[in-house]
Every structure is written in structure tokens, then in C-alpha cells.
């Protein structure tokens, strides 16, 4: 960018090649008053705010359009701009009903802000009397409010709907006088195709579009914003809490432009899926079972029982009768904490977390084949990229505000996206080719591509010869996988295939994007080692906007895998089984350390069924309703001897517990998450946690010191300078570094930069490795009772089992409960009706849920998503397992569809 | 926008013949568009609206803000001839607020409404620039000018 020096207000100043007047002020300080502008948006100059003087031009600019220039000489404060200022302020003011004494934005409104700077007059503002306003489109919407007395007509809410969300649903209406912001036909906002991101509310200048639950409950200058990270998906929005600290409350959520990695973009969840803070639900003492009903209980006597009952089941029957499940929704000090507990305490390396349901075969098939299981690449490069190949990922639903950037790469810079997921999602409105395979069929798909590419010659041979190995073990797997040989197990037309393959390998830079798709299969780890491959192939990794980059559900399974809440690695992915890494880690903690690596998930459930585990501790997670094959679960959780859930809510699994103890929510405490793109960022405490809830850390200690063991550490901060100390990837990470913006491990040390893409030079393990991947199908197929491929996963309002999103009424009423997408023919032939309440059933359970009829999943196929209790999807779902990863196959069974 | 999978849509046919009769629609030809679905329907009806967004790729909430911007452009269905009332200033002066009353009686609606039998609907229009009629009134595309109060029923009863 070329620097550009000019005047204004006679100070000199200098901005870059192709700024505005408006954008090169306010980077240097200095504020033009303006209504209409948005970062985030193309300027529209429609408020006229930002008039200024440039020498040598016969008429006022707006700043905020006119390109700034060398030499320019600008005036935005002479007495002539601000006389107009006020004009037009006054303007505005015969049509906006002042109430600033009873607006929510009050001392956030930018209109009220430059109303007492030019001191608009008293008569002016008290001239719009109050009219009763007619119903408008978010009449009876519980997640926004629309007030059109408040409303300026800058249109920025239309522009964001449109630029950035890309959703179109919102408009103005008639002209003149009459102009309104509505949606097509007035229809109601939740009608509509609005996706309830409310980014409207983010942009508006006044109080026009406000959040209907904060409303009341605190005007903005009286309430306290604090800077943490979003507690839902992976993604890892930075996003400021604001809260009412007289009544200790969370009121709304709001997120700053310009920010990394969100630049002030948050999605439904992020906006509106907070409400469960402040819930009345919430656990609040610790409770005790006796004679089957929870008791209240003291702090002393929850922790002794705890204590007790483990060190006994410890003596009676071994350390490795104790199994523990971390959580991907607690923070990294909280997980570290938490396995060195299972692992130095208790003496067994049996700790996991729900990271085995979702990414398993992620860090089991990467490490393999580039020696580290993350996403390679960094979210800010997908609107970079040339071809981003999205395979099994629902980006728009799972990862709104990453999609956002997949999104304005192909509007703003031409990317291709081409899509493989057997439904038609959100995103293929913007791809250039989708095609859907069956689901279970990925790696013969993948295979078929890369015999595509090979026998075209379209792959990297340099990158092939200069940074992999064993690649003639990938020539010669799939040199019969042609297209024609995939097209009748993926149902794909081979010709589809050749085309398909041909856009991505002729890409100059290349991205691939896959998630729950490509993992959560009995083949999940050859899944991912096929999609390793194809990129190695054709030589996108270790560059810009390429790479394999697997997005990360929760809001920290990143962190929680990192911290090594998983059974066969120690801190920063060290493996338990070397002896030097446990000699380590023995010397560090002070304690003797199994040799053995643990139990998974799926398998410390079985392993309750014959007796080989007695004690259970979970730390946030909630396996009676995100595990496959639930009959079985629930068993196994009811005939444990002995079960501790450590929660923020009485959950569906802490019913079945003995001791429940209540912990503070991410709102209520300090410490790290890391997100998809490795990225550690801080959590900041926001309010008190509601009566004897305590951190989840802290709750451990004190077990760790009943049992014997001394753990007690000042603060959160404290923790992660143990991490930094015993776990290189997170060598140079403390707080006073990431106080402002994350660092991206590897951060090897305190001068380390962190990092933005990996294996820029060679890849962690030295080379990269080729695998010979085959095609293994499904483990159940379709048989005549049970003729439907059943697949389940997430839909964009609700997060896992509801806990937290379903305690959201904007949220609820958007999205109340469950549904089984079906087929228009299929459901025809059925003789079932769109809104018609089935039942869906698989040899191990069934579920009686509404059919949502549609023509965006293939004849044959089904979806549910798996977060309502009423109609849980992983009552029908298989728990085979991938034999590696040990992930179950939750993308596949075979399953029924009834008329009930 | 939601696609309600029970509701019996209406003949698409004259939709189909406008859309590929335009080649490569983009947003520019929107009001040509509309124009030609209006003629054809008698008004922009939701569902047609909607099938044509869903196949250009236009979004409806677009269409909506452009169809309520212009007076030409009708959301709800309208009477089988359209009597409009001038109100400019020439008209005004010579008695149009009478000529508007006399309307209101003879067909029983107020500007902007239309009748239960679908017959008129009346709007009042800015000016129909034809002063030296003044007071005018047109009804569907013929003028009736130098009006009095006792010619308008007289005029309004000979449509059908």
C-alpha cells in the first residue's frame, strides 16, 4: 500500500493508497462525525454527516466515500460543515423520538452523542411526538425489537444483512416519509430468511434495533463490558460481555469491528445464546444422593465424600478402575488441571473428553501423516484463497462467522467453492460445483479424485518429490478408483467427479475444509489420512490460504486436546507410552505416573458393563445425550458404583450422579481458550458465579489436597505458566502476552511470534507421509427393515445437548425442537406430510420426532440433528468405532421412517 | 423464504413465458420484470413473487423494497378497473375534494381501497397533467374531464 501524506484541520497526517478521508482520520485519531459508516461495509454516504471541505473542490465531499489523495487539503471542522452538521442533525431529529432517558442505547448512541456536541435545540428534539407504531416484522420476535420512532434510515442494518451475512433478508419499504426497514411481504423476522445473527443490532447507530431480552434490564452507560471468548463453537469470537453489576446479570452480548479473528461479526449463538448465565437452573450448591434424591450438601462434605469414595475404589480396585472425561466447554487451565488430577493423582491415564466423539481421527489421521493434528491454516486466509473444497461441514450452520470469510471470498474475490456432503447446505448457494456423495463413501470419493488428478498429470510433482514419502503407496491405491468405479458406491455421475477434480487441482492455492463429515465414521482416521493425501498431492499445505483444516466444534476442544485431556498424550500431544515423556512429567508433578495409555470415552462407558471401571468423574460433559447408542449409555452411567459430574446445570448425566458439583460458568471466571486456528485467547471473569458455585480448577484442587496430593495455584494465570513451562507448543503463551490478541501455537517461547500456517518448511514429522487408503463401507447398511441411511449432526441455532442454547428464548423460539429432514418422494411415498410427527427407529432405539419434508437430502437419506432430549438422534446411532481413532460412527446407520 | 410445501400454487405458466422470453436476468432487469408479472397476474401476487426470486436469484426482499417504492407497482389484488383521481393543484382549485367524496360514495371505497366485488379500485394520483381538463379523473385509460359532482355516477355505472 503506498503511503499518502495530506492536510487535515491543518495537521498532516498520512494515510494509505485507496483510503477514504473518513477511514484515514479515524486511523489517525481524528473523528468526522458520521451515522452511515460501517468498516465492515462499502460506504453508502447516505447520512451526509461526514461533509467536509477539500481545497480546490467547488462542493462539500462526504468523507466517507472521497478518496484521500497527496497534498489533499481538508477541513472537517470549519464553522460552514458544522452549520450543516447541525442542519442535517436537526433534521434527523423532527423524525426521531428523543427518549433518551428511556432508550436501552443510551450512552452507546452515536445520534444522542453528536446531538450534545452541536447542541441540537431542546425544541427541535421535543418536536417528534411519540406515535403508536403499527406492528412491524419483529412484532413478537423474542430475539430483537425494531422501533422505527428510533430509527434514522442510514440503512446500515439492510447493507450488513446483505454484505456481510449474506442473507438478504431485510429491506427498506415505500419511500419518503414513509421508509421502514422491513423484511419481503413485512413477513415476520423469524418467517424470513433472516439467520437471527442479529449483526443488524451490531451496526445500527441508534437504539433502534436493540436485543428484546437486554431491553430494560440496563442502559448502556450503565453497563460493564468485558473482553472474553465465546463459549460455542470453535471458531473463537472475541466478544465483550455486558452486565449489570448491580444486579450481577448478563444483559447482551456486542463484539468490536476490526477485532481478530471476528472483526465484530458474532453469529445467533454468540448474539442471543447467553440468557443461560443468568438462569434460574443454574447449580448453585453442592448436592448429594442419598436414598436416590439429591440432598443439598456443604462444600467440606461434597468434597470429603468425593475424596473418599475415589481413594477407596483407587485401594479396592486400582487406579485404572477410575475414568474421567474433561470438557472441551472448560477453559485450558481448568483441563490441565483436571487430567494432571486423573493422572498424578489418581495414577491412570483413563482422562478424555467429547473430542473423541467429534476430532479424534483429526489428530490420530494428521499426526500420522503430517506429525501435528490441527488445523493447519488460519480462519482470516479462506477469503484469500483461490478453491476452498468444503467435505462434510456444514460451515454456515457449525461455524457461522468462519463461513463469513468462505463467503466473501467468493463474492468480493472470485474463490471457487466447491462442495461434497450428501445434503445441499447453506453454502452451496455460493459454491461453483456441489455434489453429494452417500454418506460412509468419502474415501472412495477422495480416492476417485486423486486418480483423476494423477492420471491427468494434474498433481505437484516438485512438492511430491521435494517434501513427501511413500508416495507410490498412494499411486498404486488408487490407481483402480476411477470415477467410474466410485460413481455407483458415492452415487456421484463420474463425469461429475472428473470435473469436480479438475477445479481443485488447477487452483493456485487450494483450501480444504472438512468437520464432523469426514471424522465421525468407523473409517474417520482414513477419512482424514484421504484427505491429507489430497492435498499433499497437489502440493496445498505449508502456503498461504491453502491446507487441511479441520474445524473444531467446541469452544475449546482445541485447547482441551492440547492440554492433553486425552488418554494417550500428556501436555502438547507428548505421548504417555515414551518413557523420557513420563520420566518428564514424573519429575515435574512430583508423582508416579502410569506407563499405560488409557480408556476412551465410548470405552470407559463399556468398560462400567464388565466391572473393569467402578468410579467416573466428569467435568462438564454430558455423555447421556452426545453419546451414540443411548440405551447402552444410560445403562452404564446408572450401574457405576460411583459417579461425580461436576456442571453448571443438573444435566441429563448428573441426574444419574452421586455428588453433583456446581461450577462457574465461562462468564464467571479467568483463563484460556483455544480456537479452531489454534489461537489462544483469554476468557476474562464478567460476573460473580451464582451462590457456592466455584471454578472448576479450583474445585479439583481441593479433591487433588483431600486426596493427599498438594495442587493449589494463586490464580488462573498461575496455571498457564506451569503449561508454558512443561508443554513447548504453548512455550511463550501468559497472559501479559495475549491480553490484546491471541498467539497461535507452536509458540515456542517468550519471543516466538506464534503461527499462522503450518509446515511452512517442512512438515512436523520431516516429511509428509502418504497412506494407502481403502474404501471400507459403513458398518451397518440398509436392509429391508431398516432402508434409510439415517445421519445426524448440528443445525445452526442450538449447540450440542442444549444445555446452554436451549435456555435462550430467542433461540427457543426459533428453533423449538427436533425434526428428521426426509425427502419430498420418499415422504410422499409414505404418505407422510411436512410438519407430520414420525417415528424414526434403528435396531438399537427409536425416536418420535416432527418430518421436516425437503429436496436438499437425496432419496434414501435422512438428518437429525442430536440436540434435543425429546428426540434424541443417538438413541438410533451405531457405537462402532474407528479402530484407531476410536471415534463412533455417528454419520451413518440404517434406520426406519414411519407413519405413526 | 419459507416454501410452503401444501399450498396450491397457481398457474406458472405465464411466469415461465416472461422469464425466458429475458435472457440472463440480473437485479437491472427487476422492474421490467415486475412490470410484465403485473400485467400478466393484474398484481404481484406473494407466491408468483416468490417463485420468480427463487429462480433469478434476486432476493425477495429486494423485489418487496423495490415494488413498494413505486406507486405503479400493486401488492394486493386490484379491482377489474382502476379509477384514478387527480388532486393537483388546477384540480384541487376546481373542486377535486368534491369529485373524491362523489367517488367514495358512488363505489362505496376510500382512495387506495378496492371494492368487495373486485370491480375498482380507486387511488388519487399527484397529477395527471392534463390541467385544462381540470377537475380530471381517469378511469383504466380514459380521461373524463371538466367534471361535476352529478356526472361522476353517471360515468362510474357504465363499466362492468
Partial sequence: ?????????????????????????????????????????????????????????????????????????????????????????????????????????????????????????????????????????????????????????????????????????????????????????????????????????????????????????????????????????????????????????????????????????????????????????????????????????????????????????????????????????????????????????????????????????????????????????????????????????????????????????????????????????????????????????????????????????????????????????????????????????????????????????????????????????????????????????????????????????????????????????????????????????????????????GQTVVELMHGVEDGSIRGLYFMGENPALSDPNLNRTRKSLEDVEFLVVQDIFLTESAQYADVVLPATSFAEKDGTFTNTERRVQRVRKALDGPGNSRDDWQIVCDIANRMGYPMSFADASAITDEIAGISPIYGGISYDRIDDVGLQWPCLDKNHPGTKFLHKDGFSRGKGKFHAVKFLPPKERESKDYPFVLTTGRQLYQFHTGTMSRKSSAIDQKSPTGYVEINTADAKRLGIEDGEKVEVSSIRGKVVTPAKVTDTINTGWIFMPFHYHEAPANMLTIDALDPVAKIPEYKACAAAVKKI | MKVNNKQVVLDMRPLDEILSSMPEISQGDLIPLLQQIQSRYGYLRRDVVCEMSRRTKIAVSRIYGVATFYEQFHLEPHGRHTIKCCRGTACHVKGAPEITEAITRVTGVSPGETTDDMKFTFETVACLGTCFLAPVIMIDDDYFGHLTVNKVEGIITNYE
Avoid at chain 1, 498532516?12 to 478521508?21: D, E, F, M, R
Avoid at chain 1, 450481577?248 to 447467553?274: A, E, H, M, W
Avoid at chain 1, 448436592?287 to 461434597?302: C, H, P, Q, S, Y
Avoid at chain 1, 484469500?384 to 470469510?405: Q, R
Wanted: charged share 25%; glycine share 8%; net charge negative.
Fill in chain 1, 1 to 597: 500500500m503506498s503511503e499518502i501524506k495530506f492536510n487535515i484541520n491543518g495537521k498532516q497526517i498520512t494515510g494509505s493508497g485507496g483510503q477514504t478521508i473518513l477511514e484515514a482520520a479515524l486511523d489517525n485519531g481524528i473523528e468526522i462525525p458520521n451515522l452511515c459508516h460501517d468498516p465492515r461495509l462499502v460506504p453508502s454516504g447516505a447520512c451526509r454527516l461526514c461533509l467536509v471541505e477539500v481545497e480546490g473542490l467547488n462542493k462539500d465531499v462526504t468523507a466517507c466515500t472521497h478518496k484521500i489523495s497527496d497534498g489533499m487539503v481538508v477541513s472537517s471542522e470549519s464553522e460552514e460543515v458544522r452549520g450543516i452538521r447541525k442542519t442535517i442533525l436537526e433534521l434527523l431529529f423532527t423524525e426521531h423520538q428523543g427518549q433518551c432517558a428511556t432508550c436501552d442505547d443510551n450512552g452507546e448512541c452515536n445520534l444522542q452523542r453528536y446531538a450534545y456536541e452541536y447542541q441540537v435545540s431542546d425544541e427541535i428534539i421535543g418536536q417528534c411526538q411519540p406515535v403508536e407504531h403499527a406492528d412491524n416484522y419483529t412484532t413478537g420476535n423474542k430475539a430483537l425489537e425494531y422501533d422505527p420512532g428510533k430509527c434514522i434510515r442510514c440503512g446500515r442494518c439492510i447493507r450488513i444483512c446483505d454484505e456481510v451475512q449474506m442473507d438478504t433478508a431485510l429491506t427498506f419499504m415505500n419511500r419518503a416519509g414513509k421508509t421502514e426497514v422491513t423484511t419481503a411481504f413485512e413477513m415476520p423476522l423469524n418467517e424470513s430468511t433472516c439467520e437471527l445473527c442479529g449483526q443488524c443490532i451490531s451496526t445500527c447507530p441508534t437504539g433502534a434495533l436493540y436485543e428484546r431480552y437486554a431491553k430494560g434490564k440496563g442502559a448502556c452507560q450503565d453497563l460493564k463490558r468485558t473482553m472474553t471468548t465465546c463459549a460455542y463453537c470453535g471458531v473463537g469470537c472475541r466478544i465483550e460481555l455486558n452486565t449489570n453489576t448491580k444486579t450481577n446479570q448478563y444483559v447482551r452480548s456486542t463484539s468490536p469491528v476490526g477485532i481478530i479473528p471476528n472483526d465484530g461479526n458474532l453469529c445467533v449463538k454468540g448474539r442471543f445464546g447467553f440468557e443461560f448465565v443468568n438462569s434460574d437452573e443454574r447449580l448453585t450448591t453442592p448436592l448429594i444422593k442419598r436414598d436416590g434424591k439429591f440432598e443439598e450438601a456443604t462444600w467440606d462434605e461434597a468434597l470429603d465424600l468425593v475424596a473418599n469414595r475415589l481413594s477407596e475404589i483407587k485401594a479396592k480396585h486400582g487406579a485404572d478402575s477410575i475414568g474421567g472425561l474433561s470438557s472441551a466447554k472448560c477453559t485450558n487451565e481448568d483441563n490441565y488441571v483436571f487430567q494432571k488430577f486423573i493422572r498424578a493423582v489418581i495414577g491412570t491415564n483413563n482422562v478424555d473428553h467429547c473430542a473423541r466423539l467429534c476430532h479424534a481421527s483429526t489428530v490420530a489421521g494428521l499426526i500420522k501423516a503430517f506429525g501435528s493434528g490441527a488445523m493447519t491454516n488460519s480462519i482470516d486466509e479462506f477469503k484469500k484463497a483461490d478453491c476452498v473444497f468444503v467435505i462434510g461441514s456444514n460451515t454456515t450452520e457449525a461455524h457461522p462467522v468462519l463461513a463469513l470469510k468462505i463467503k466473501d471470498g467468493v463474492v468480493n474475490n472470485g474463490a471457487r467453492v466447491i462442495i461434497a456432503d450428501p445434503r445441499e447446505i447453506d453454502l452451496v448457494r455460493f459454491s461453483k460445483m456441489h455434489i453429494s456423495q452417500k454418506p460412509g463413501t468419502d474415501v472412495a470419493l477422495l480416492n476417485a479424485i486423486m486418480n483423476v488428478i494423477i492420471s491427468e498429470g494434474l498433481e505437484d510433482k516438485k512438492f511430491i518429490e521435494d517434501r513427501t514419502e511413500d508416495y507410490q503407496l498412494l499411486v498404486e491405491a488408487v490407481k483402480d478408483c476411477t470415477p467410474e468405479w466410485a460413481e455407483p458406491i458415492t452415487t456421484i455421475p463420474a463425469d461429475d467427479i472428473r470435473e469436480f477434480a479438475r477445479i481443485f487441482a488447477t487452483a493456485s492455492a487450494a483450501s480444504i475444509v472438512y468437520s464432523m463429515g469426514i471424522t465421525q465414521h468407523s473409517t474417520g482416521t482414513d477419512n482424514v489420512l484421504s484427505v491429507a493425501n489430497l492435498a499433499m498431492l497437489t502440493g496445498n499445505v505449508g502456503r498461504e490460504c491453502t491446507g487441511v483444516n479441520p474445524l473444531r466444534g467446541q469452544n475449546n476442544v482445541q485447547g482441551a486436546c492440547d492440554l492433553g485431556a486425552l488418554p494417550n498424550v500428556y501436555p502438547g500431544y507428548q505421548s504417555v507410552e515414551i518413557e523420557a515423556n513420563k520420566d518428564k512429567f514424573e519429575a515435574a508433578w512430583n508423582a508416579k505416573l502410569s506407563p499405560t495409555k
